[in-house]
């Protein structure tokens, strides 16, 4: 098929950047987008660097910025050409506008410069939450109604799982005991680790000695990482490092609850994954959690240490809490279907194309 008969296209160089949440978002929605489009008679095609970093973020701005410039442009990242008016720009959060103190210097300038630029002069904003909708308001100085919220799904592989094809998933991964809380992380400030950390060495007395942490997404702690104190090699935690997602699933299924304490999201997809597993989650009380949580996790100060500890204290033991929690989680998880995620994207996309047209 030749390029000039492509109509809609897609920025997809994010999909180069190691994997985190806007990669899983991204990847998750892209075959769902490009047959909904082609069911409305618009060809998509995507476009993309095989760089990455500030090589990727210069060909965005040069090569993004002209290809096919008559075309309408979907960036989902965050980031796009500041040049292409023509476009559709998705927004996942403004950490470094509302933290510049958590990014390198030269990075948060250069986020500070574009994605103000870009918000304003593309055509319309996605944002994946209500609360990023907000910062989007005030930090970029655009009109609410230029910003359409698409809340993120979940893919369907994230269900709960029966403990028998659980054990085979925690043998492979060589883990300690499948008594086991989950917290998935990192060692950037937002994750708030350390106060996980706190919270897991004031209650390893109060809690089973065969019961231990397992931390998604850190492969080991030392204190340059993080100001951690006497807080490195407490007993009974393991760091996992990334674990895919095809072992994702299991590994959630399997845990007696889920910990999220992060100080800063724009969605948050971990609390909604352990939700539709049908594990009880702790979380903070933080961003755009509590809109996503709806009211179907215990939330808590994320520096409440004391609360926290409450909390995983009253889900672990309380067989009531529990079920109480599971429940709530699992209707939550009915309103984040990938399908509802995948069909407003659609119904906006052909909705600008039209307009475009006319």
């Known amino acids: 098929m030749k390029t000039s008969n492509f109509n809609f296209l897609i920025n997809v160089r994010a999909l180069n950047a190691p994997f985190s949440g806007v990669q899983r978002y991204l990847s998750d929605l892209l075959p769902g987008i490009t047959s909904g489009l082609l069911a409305n008679g618009i060809i998509s095609r995507t476009i993309s660097t095989r760089h990455t970093g500030i090589k990727a973020h210069l060909w965005e701005?040069?090569?993004?910025?002209?290809?096919?410039?008559?075309?309408?442009?979907?960036?989902?990242?965050?980031?796009?050409?500041?040049?292409?008016?023509?476009?559709?720009?998705?927004?996942?959060?403004?950490?470094?506008?509302?933290?510049?103190?958590?990014?390198?210097?030269?990075?948060?300038?250069?986020?500070?410069?574009?994605?103000?630029?870009?918000?304003?002069?593309?055509?319309?904003?996605?944002?994946?939450?209500?609360?990023?909708?907000?910062?989007?308001?005030?930090?970029?100085?655009?009109?609410?109604?230029?910003?359409?919220?698409?809340?993120?799904g979940i893919n369907s592989r994230f269900h709960p799982i029966e403990k028998d094809s659980i054990i085979p998933i925690l043998n492979k991964l060589k883990l300690p005991s499948d008594k086991y809380i989950l917290c998935v992380g990192g060692l950037k400030p937002n994750k708030n680790l350390k106060n996980t950390l706190i919270c897991w060495k004031k209650l390893s007395k109060s809690l089973p000695?065969?019961?231990w942490l397992y931390i998604v997404g850190v492969k080991d702690l030392n204190s340059k990482d993080i100001d951690c104190g006497d807080l490195i090699g407490l007993p009974k935690i393991k760091f996992l490092g990334f674990i895919n997602d095809t072992d994702l699933p299991y590994l959630i299924s399997g845990s007696k609850l889920f910990?999220?304490?992060?100080?800063?999201?724009?969605?948050?997809?971990?609390?909604?994954?352990?939700?539709?597993?049908?594990?009880?989650?702790?979380?903070?009380?933080?961003?755009s959690l509590t809109e996503i949580a709806n009211e179907s996790a215990m939330l808590c100060d994320p520096d409440d240490i004391i609360s926290i500890c409450n909390c995983i204290k009253l889900l672990y033991y309380s067989i009531d809490k529990r079920t109480e929690f599971i429940k709530k989680g699992l209707e939550n998880v009915k309103s984040f279907t990938l399908e509802t995620s995948v069909s407003k994207y659609i119904s906006l996309f052909h909705k600008l194309y039209i307009k475009k047209l006319q």
Request: hydrophobic share 40%; glycine share 4%.
């Open 259 to 287: 910990i999220f304490l992060s100080y800063y999201e724009g969605f948050g997809f971990p609390i909604l994954e352990a939700m539709a597993c049908g594990v009880p989650v702790v979380s903070s009380n933080a961003t």
């Open 61 to 152: 701005q040069t090569t993004a910025a002209i290809t096919e410039n008559d075309k309408l442009l979907w960036s989902p990242a965050s980031t796009g050409p500041i040049l292409r008016k023509n476009q559709i720009l998705t927004i996942h959060d403004l950490q470094q506008l509302d933290h510049p103190e958590w990014f390198n210097a030269k990075f948060q300038l250069g986020y500070k410069f574009i994605v103000p630029l870009v918000a304003r002069q593309c055509r319309h904003v996605i944002a994946i939450s209500n609360f990023t909708k907000k910062r989007i308001v005030d930090r970029c100085k655009i009109p609410e109604e230029k910003i359409s919220v698409i809340h993120n």
């Open 209 to 211: 000695d065969d019961l």
